[in-house]
C-alpha cells in the first residue's frame, strides 16, 4: 500500500530490495504457516501481526515518536525491558533471521560469525529493516565475542549503546550488572528527556511480567497430549512477543491460551496423541528464522517447547513486584536478569537443570540441541546439555545449522532417522 511505501522511503529503505525481501517473506510464510491444519482461531492474530510486521507495527512507531516517545532496539534479552518501558519509550527486538545482506555483512565481520550477527548486520547495510531504521538508541552487550566485537562494527554505521553484561554469576558480577542498570537507565532519561520514577517502573515491572505470565501459561499448556499447538506457531508468539505492543500482546495470547484450554478439555490437538515429543534448546530463532521447526514438523513430529531466547529462556522468570522504591526495584530487575542462563556465562550449570526440568514439563521425547555454525558458547553447551538429558533418559541430537536452505534434505534425513528411535 502506499502510504506504507512512503513510510519506508522516509526511512530510507532500498525499496526494491525490500519489496523483494518481503515477497519472499510472504511466500515462505505461507508454505510454513498458512498450509497446516487444525490452526487455532486466534492464529488470526499472528498471522495479522506478521503480515504487518513492517507495515502497522512501524507506522504505530512513527506515530509514538511524533507524539515525542523514543524507540529501543536491542539484540539480547539482558536489555531490560521494564526500564525502557518505564521511560515511555518503545523496546524492540532487532535480531534478524535471514541471510538478505550476508555478503555485505562479510565487509564488516569475519565470515565465520554465526548467521544471527551477519544477519543484523547486513539487515543494516542493505538498508532492509524499518524496525533498525526506527531506533532512536540501539543497545547492544558484552555476551558472545561475535557480538561484542560484532557491536564495534556496528557502531560505525548505526551509533550503538552497548551494555555490559558479565560473565558469572558472583555477587561482583551481580554489582557490575547492577550498576549497567543504572547507567542504562541514566542513558534512557537522557535519550526519551523523561524522569524514570517509582511509579513509572512498577508499572513497567507489571507489564513486562504480565507478558511472561501469558508466555508461561502457554508453555505449560503444552504439556496437554495430543500437543494443542504447533512448534511453528508457538515460536511464531514468541518472536513477535519482541516485535508487537506488550500489553495489545498479553491479552491476545491470553485469548489464545483460553482456546487451547478448551481445545485440551476436547482431547483436541495439532497431531494425533501418538506423535513423538520434541523440545528445541540452544541459539535463538529470530523472525523469520522459521526453517528448524518446519523441518521437525514435516519430519512426522511435534515441537512442545523452546529452550531458547526466543522461548522459554525470556519468559521463565519474573521480575519481583514487591519493591515500592527504585532502589529496591532496580535490585529486583538486576536479580530477576542474573537468573538468565545464556551459554555465555561460566559456569552455566543451571541451564542444564533448566533444561532436563523443562523437557519432563513438557513430557518431550527428546531433545534437538540447536546451535548457529560458528557460534562457541552454545556448540560447547551442546556435549554438556547432551550428558545431562541422558542423565534423565531423554535422548538428544545436536545440529549446526545457518540461514541457508542448502542443508535442508540433509536436516530431514537426521531428524527422521532420530523421531524413529524415539
Ligand atoms: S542471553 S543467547 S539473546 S546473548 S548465536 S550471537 S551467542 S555466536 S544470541 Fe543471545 Fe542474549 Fe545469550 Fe540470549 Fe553469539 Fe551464538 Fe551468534 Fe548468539
Not at 243 to 261: G, H, M, Q, S, W
Not at 275 to 297: D, F, H, I, Q
Request: charged share 25%; proline share 4%; hydrophobic share 40%.
Amino acid at each position: 500500500d502506499s502510504t506504507h511505501t512512503q513510510m519506508w522511503e522516509k526511512l530510507n529503505l532500498d525499496l526494491p530490495a525490500h519489496d523483494a525481501l518481503l515477497g519472499v517473506l510472504g511466500k515462505f510464510y505461507g508454505d510454513i504457516y498458512l498450509s497446516q491444519e487444525n490452526r487455532l482461531r486466534g492464529a488470526e492474530y499472528l498471522d495479522f501481526v506478521l503480515s504487518e510486521v513492517h507495515g502497522l507495527r512501524i507506522k504505530e512507531l512513527q506515530d509514538a515518536k511524533a507524539e515525542g516517545r523514543k524507540v529501543v532496539g536491542s539484540f539480547c534479552v539482558f536489555v531490560p525491558e521494564e526500564m525502557t518501558l518505564a521511560a515511555d519509550a518503545v523496546h524492540v527486538g532487532l535480531c534478524a533471521g535471514a541471510e538478505a545482506g550476508t555478503n555485505l555483512a562479510e565487509q564488516l565481520v569475519p565470515r565465520n560469525t554465526c548467521a544471527l550477527i551477519k544477519s543484523f548486520i547486513g539487515f543494516k547495510m542493505a538498508r532492509l529493516c524499518p524496525f533498525t531504521e526506527s531506533c532512536d538508541l540501539i543497545v547492544g552487550e558484552t555476551t558472545c565475542d561475535g557480538k561484542k566485537k560484532a557491536y564495534e562494527a556496528f557502531n560505525e554505521i548505526a551509533p550503538t549503546y552497548v551494555m555490559e553484561v558479565p560473565q558469572t554469576k558472583t555477587p561482583a558480577a551481580r554489582a557490575l550488572w547492577r550498576s549497567e542498570i543504572v547507567r542504562y537507565m541514566a542513558e534512557l532519561e537522557k535519550v526519551t528527556g523523561r524522569t524514570i520514577t517509582a511509579e513509572k517502573l512498577a508499572q513497567g515491572i507489571r507489564t513486562a511480567n504480565a507478558k511472561r505470565r501469558a508466555l508461561q501459561r502457554l508453555t505449560k499448556l503444552r504439556a496437554a497430549s495430543p500437543a494443542p499447538i504447533s512448534g511453528r506457531d508457538a515460536l511464531l508468539i514468541n518472536q513477535i512477543s519482541f516485535y508487537d505492543e506488550p500489553v495489545r500482546f498479553t491479552a491476545k495470547i491470553n485469548e489464545l491460551c483460553d482456546e487451547l484450554e478448551a481445545r485440551i478439555a476436547a482431547g483436541q490437538g495439532v497431531a494425533p496423541a501418538n506423535t513423538p515429543r520434541l523440545m528445541l534448546s540452544g541459539c535463538p530463532m529470530a523472525v523469520p528464522n522459521w526453517k528448524l521447526p518446519y523441518v521437525v514438523e514435516s519430519a512426522g513430529a511435534v515441537i512442545v517447547g523452546e529452550e531458547s531466547c526466543i522461548g522459554t529462556r525470556n519468559s521463565r522468570d519474573l521480575t519481583d513486584e514487591s519493591g515500592t522504591t527504585l532502589e529496591a526495584m532496580i535490585d529486583a530487575i538486576a536479580d530477576r536478569y542474573m537468573k538468565i542462563d545464556c551459554a555465555c556465562f561460566t559456569p552455566n550449570t543451571e541451564r542444564l537443570d533448566n533444561v532436563t526440568s523443562l523437557a519432563k514439563m513438557v513430557k518431550a521425547d527428546g531433545v534437538i540441541h540447536y546451535s548457529l555454525l560458528f557460534c562457541q558458547p552454545y556448540s560447547h553447551e551442546a556435549l554438556k546439555v547432551d550428558k545431562a538429558l541422558a542423565g534423565a533418559g531423554i535422548p538428544m541430537l545436536s545440529i549446526e545449522t545457518d540461514y541457508s536452505m542448502e542443508d535442508v534434505e540433509q536436516l530431514k534425513t537426521r531428524i527422521e532417522a532420530f523421531v524413529e528411535t524415539l
